[in-house]
């Protein structure tokens, strides 16, 4: 486990360009409010034919291990997971909402963007109770095609292995 001192502050690469930073910007602010909104066919839609979404503990990657809590190695996956959400899943009545505090954009070559951002997910219940769900960072892989800014990764690193209740829509 890193010791908090011994973390540096990153900032983003000043060599990328303002407007693909504004297009990333845009794909993932639209992702999770197509989340928020349970636009479950909007929020695919932010996502490259080839792509995949993990969600893993931030534990598992300090210990090399690759075991995640949620993956889907292909869009057919994603898919099928939403389906099975939409169709069949029960689970908790909820609304989620997503907080993003600031994108760092890392790297831009060859056509892909790499950006880590950090969120918050707070649920609220049909009751009208609200409590955090889970905290992270979103490590993704964005590529710009003729259609605009896609995820062509997304990975969800969970500040914890302990998720208080299933995860039933994607984070």
């Not at 900032?11 to 989340?35: K, M």
């Not at 997910?121 to 409590?131: C, R, Y």
Request: proline share 4%.
């Amino acid at each position: 486990m890193k010791d908090m001192k011994d973390v540096v502050v990153a900032r983003s690469n000043p060599t990328i360009p303002a407007e693909i930073r504004q297009q990333a910007s845009e794909l993932i602010l639209d992702s999770v409010l197509h989340l928020d909104r349970m636009e479950l066919e909007a929020w695919i839609d932010c996502f490259d034919k080839t792509s995949c979404y993990h969600v893993i503990p931030r534990e598992n990657i300090d210990c090399g291990y690759p075991s995640a809590i949620i993956r889907c190695d292909s869009l057919d996956i994603i898919k099928d997971r939403l389906m099975v959400l939409d169709v069949s899943s029960k689970y908790n009545p909820h609304w989620d909402r997503h907080f993003l505090n600031g994108t760092q954009f890392q790297s831009y070559e060859n056509g892909i963007l790499i950006a880590h951002t950090n969120f918050m997910i707070v649920q609220s219940t049909l009751e009208g109770f609200s409590k955090l769900f889970v905290a992270g960072h979103y490590e993704d892989k964005i590529v710009f095609t003729a259609d605009g800014a896609k995820l062509r990764e997304r990975i969800v690193v969970l500040d914890t292995f302990s998720v208080p209740n299933l995860i039933a829509v994607p984070l």
